[in-house]
């Protein structure tokens, strides 16, 4: 069971959770990242790290969001990987309180 990014991430994209990722499961697209599922562990260490509340296990996802299992499925094989934290938008804090963001995913 992998963890999956949820619609929390986006806009927002804060990369705290990459820091502790032990095997960078973490694939950053132009305003969110997801999580590669065959690369991911199942190490919950991410989960505390995310600001946003975005992060949950697979089975966990909320019911409203469960698209983004295949979500994070598919887009983690087209974006890279990243290793490093990097800043957050300068947004951020702004997009961290707006609810159903799915239209705004870049692809």
């Known amino acids: 069971m992998a963890?999956?990014?949820t619609e929390s991430?986006?806009?927002c994209k804060y990369t705290d959770c990459v820091d502790v990722c032990p095997v960078d499961c973490f694939r950053?697209?132009?305003n969110m990242l997801v999580i590669d599922p065959d690369e991911c562990?199942?190490?919950t260490l991410c989960v505390a790290e995310c600001?946003?509340?975005a992060i949950f296990a697979e089975d966990d996802v909320p019911a409203n969001q469960r698209d983004f299992v295949a979500l994070n499925a598919e887009l983690s094989k087209k974006w890279q990987p990243i290793i490093e934290r990097?800043?957050?938008p300068a947004d951020a804090d702004e997009w961290?309180?707006?609810?159903?963001k799915r239209k705004l995913?870049?692809?």
Request: overall charge negative; charged content about 40%.
């Open 86 to 88: 990097k800043e957050a």
């Open 96 to 100: 961290s309180k707006v609810k159903d």
């Open 28 to 30: 950053e697209g132009p």
């Open 51 to 53: 600001p946003v509340e």
């Open 105 to 107: 995913i870049e692809r």
């Open 3 to 5: 963890y999956v990014v």
């Open 9 to 11: 991430c986006i806009k």
């Open 41 to 43: 562990i199942d190490c």
